[in-house]
């Protein structure tokens, strides 16, 4: 993935940001096939797979859950989503 660093957002910052465990965001990431670019040790997302995840989380804040929100975004699972 090239990407400007400036696009680069710590997915360790993720666990404040929506003050979940650790495994749940990773869940999430899972399910939405969101891949990391590591830079030595640490690993990072794009702005654009922050919006996805910050748009699931919004979601789920409002009684739905990931298998909805990927129907109604209209996003196939099985589909290739590592872009996002």
Do not use: C, W
């Not at 989380?57 to 872009?83: K, M, S, V, W």
């Amino acid at each position: 993935m090239n990407t400007d660093s400036s696009d680069l957002i710590p997915v360790a910052s993720l666990f404040e940001r929506y003050k979940i465990a650790k495994s749940v965001i990773y869940k999430r990431m899972k399910d939405l096939e969101i891949q990391t670019q590591k830079i030595g040790i640490r690993a990072f997302i794009t702005q654009h797979q922050l919006n996805l995840l910050d748009a699931l989380h919004e979601f789920i804040q409002g009684g739905g859950n990931t298998a909805e929100f990927l129907y109604f975004r209209g996003i196939d699972p099985d589909e290739d989503l590592a872009g996002f």
